[in-house]
């Protein structure tokens, strides 16, 4: 059996330690270099091109995230950034690190654990994220295929339904935060549909990543609130469901439960997806992102039969094709596009909502 080979990169001595102990716990891995800085991380990710790399945000030389920018940059290497959610400014630098390319989040052990809880989601994520195919420069790649269309582009797209669309759900998990970003980018300040977003994230991450994602959005972006109203066109802005919290449209409010999971999510984007189809039918568009698992494919199922707009990411541009792949099996999707043409084509829905509303 072919080992997968780790590559710790970490600067504290004892949770370095902690972590290469964990990984030698189990016979299908293969701890293959320890690393203490970002530059020394580099180094010996060139050289010994491992499956993946444990890194650390907080660094001495070169810091997780610039190391985590050179390695995608020159030689793509899954990365599983393992640090402290201590602080925004810790947090930022992680959503950074994901936009640039990191493929998943994990708190680093505390060293109070009770159980070997922490042990088995370390492992079993480790193994994940080493099978996942990464790209060279990946925010230079999602540029370049948004600058393929131009800001006036609109794209054919498959409707069931007539009526123009009310309100844009998204979703995504894995891969999500660079996908987001670069869709938001692609919206004017003035789009007019509410967009209503979900996204896997850790929830001790999570905190900070509305807020994170407001600084780079033409668009303002918040938290929902349990009862606010849904906007009404002409007002947008984007609107995220909370860390540990379903987002539901109901009677035009947004709810927040925190009824059980989905997929083992919470919250999930069918959750969100088959609120919208029953409020607002063929008013509503879906578009599920690049994510692991199936969370989103069946949501995006009932908006489609409800008549609406529904979109999925291609395997080409998805970090993971999870769970788009999911919801194109299923027939959910009406039109499968590049990361590149997304914000475009919520640019022409927006558009026929606008000719919608002024009729």
């Known amino acids: 059996m072919t080992r997968i080979r780790v590559l710790v ?5 004892s949770v370095r330690k902690r972590l290469v102990e964990v990984l030698r716990s189990d016979d299908a891995l293969e701890v293959v270099g320890e690393a203490a800085d970002g530059k020394e991380a580099i180094a010996l990710c060139q050289s010994l091109r491992p499956d993946i790399v444990t890194l650390d945000m ?30 925004r400014g810790e947090l930022f630098k992680t959503y950074e690190a994901l936009a640039a390319g990191a493929v998943d989040v994990l708190e680093k052990p505390t060293g109070e654990e009770v159980d070997d809880a922490w042990e088995r ?15 060279t420069h990946v925010r230079a790649k999602l540029r ?7 800001p006036g582009t609109t794209l054919p797209l498959s409707r069931a339904g007539s009526s123009a669309s009310q309100v844009v759900a998204i979703g995504a998990s894995t891969g999500g935060p660079a996908a987001i970003v670069e869709i938001l980018r692609g919206l004017p300040p003035t789009f007019p549909l509410p967009i209503l977003l979900v996204i896997h994230i850790g ?3 999570a905190a900070a990543f509305a807020d994170w994602l407001d600084g780079l959005s033409p668009l303002r972006v918040a938290c929902a609130r349990d009862g606010e109203p849904l906007p009404p066109i002409g007002k947008a802005r984007v609107i995220m469901a909370p860390p540990d919290r379903h987002l539901v449209l109901r009677q035009g409010v947004l709810r927040l439960s925190h009824d059980p999971e989905r997929h083992s999510c919470r919250p999930s984007v069918d959750v969100l997806f088959e609120s919208v189809a029953r409020e607002l039918g063929d008013r509503s568009s879906a578009c599920l992102l690049t994510g692991m ?24 541009t998805s970090v993971v094709f999870g769970m788009p792949q999911e919801a ?18 919520l640019r022409a829905i927006a558009a026929q909502a606008d000719i919608g509303g002024s009729g």
Do not use: C, W
């Not at 990169?9 to 001595?13: G, I, L, P, R, T």
């Not at 370049?144 to 131009?150: D, H, L, N, R, V």
């Not at 299923?330 to 914000?343: R, Y």
């Open 9 to 13: 990169v970490e600067d504290s001595v």
């Open 58 to 87: 907080v660094l001495p030389v070169m810091s997780g995230l610039a190391a985590t920018e050179y390695i995608m940059a020159h030689f793509p290497t899954p990365i599983l950034i393992v640090s402290a959610s201590m602080n």
């Open 121 to 135: 989601e370390f492992l079993a994520t480790v193994k994940l994220v080493s099978r996942i195919k990464v790209i």
């Open 144 to 150: 370049a295929s948004a600058m393929s269309f131009a």
């Open 203 to 205: 929830e001790s991450f």
């Open 293 to 316: 698992g199936r969370d989103g494919a069946a949501g995006l199922l009932e908006v489609r039969r409800a008549g609406g707009t529904t979109i999925a990411q291609d395997e080409a």
């Open 328 to 345: 194109i099996r299923l027939g959910a999707a009406a039109s499968v596009l590049p990361l590149g043409a997304i914000a475009p084509a």
